[in-house]
């Protein structure tokens, strides 16, 4: 990651251009999120997390939440918006905020080391790994696998626009890109795939393209119970 990718995404936090943000949790988190049967008090990551209300909902599933985030106006209005008074304190070079279960580590996820991360059992990626630039996308997962144990499980949700080349069946399986980043060290299981057609709003005389909105299941090829 560039000081100037992080320069950027601050700006926008500043300029309030945030149309990543969803108005509620998730749906694909709450459909699917039960079938992977952890225990309540698990430690759940949330690289990237921007405000998202997935940290809400996961912390009223009785997860205790780790975002990390680049934008002080991100975490700032997390907590404000959700009526949350956080505690702030220096750990490392991040500034922890913290309420009851939900913790937000606010700096540069690719500066975050296991002292501060602390134990992980779960990894939920909503618009991270693909908020990043296609080049950085390999040195995200590089670092994941550093800073999570072995064991862990990430449950990945993707937007995939099709590749002309692509035939159907390819489209709606597993993406190459994900086969490519995750497979050395997980076995991927792509839990559920939805095509939709849609328009570019910079590109509004153009046919609506089709894109799948994908859930995976990674589990680590290290750990034996994670095999799927
Ligand atoms: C597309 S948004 C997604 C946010 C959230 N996952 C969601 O579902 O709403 C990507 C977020 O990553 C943050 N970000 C980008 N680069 C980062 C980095 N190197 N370290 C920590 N956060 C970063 C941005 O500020 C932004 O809030």
Redesign the pocket.
Same mark, same amino acid.
């Given at each position: 990651?560039t000081d100037r +990718?992080?320069l950027l995404?601050l700006q926008?936090?500043r300029d309030q251009q945030i149309d990543?943000?969803?108005a509620s949790a998730n749906q694909l988190l709450t459909r699917f999120w039960p079938g992977l049967y952890l225990a309540k008090r698990s430690r759940v990551f949330?690289p990237?997390?921007?405000k998202?209300l997935?940290m809400i909902w996961l912390a009223k599933q009785g997860h205790v939440v780790i975002g990390?985030?680049?934008?002080p106006v991100?975490v700032k209005a997390f907590f404000h918006e959700n009526h949350l008074r956080p505690t702030r304190r220096k750990v490392g070079q991040f500034t922890l905020w913290q309420h009851g279960r939900i913790s937000i580590l606010c700096g +540069?996820?690719?500066s975050l080391t296991v002292a501060e991360l602390g134990q992980i059992d779960t990894v939920y990626d909503?618009?991270?790994l693909t908020?990043?630039p296609a080049d950085i996308r390999s040195l995200y997962v590089a670092q994941l696998s550093l800073i999570v144990p072995d064991s862990t499980t990430v449950f990945l949700l993707t937007t995939e626009d099709s590749d002309e080349t692509e035939t159907l069946s390819q489209a709606v399986g597993v993406g190459a890109e994900i086969k490519s980043l995750y497979s050395a060290l997980f076995n991927i299981k792509l839990v559920y795939v939805e095509s939709v057609f849609e328009a570019d709003p910079d590109f509004p005389d153009q046919l609506p393209q089709r894109t799948e909105h994908k859930a995976y299941q990674l589990s680590s090829k290290q750990s034996v119970s994670g095999v799927i």
């Open positions: 990651m +990718d992080n995404w926008c936090w990543f943000n969803q949330v990237l997390c921007g998202s997935d990390v985030e680049l934008s991100a +540069d996820y690719f909503r618009a991270a908020a990043l």
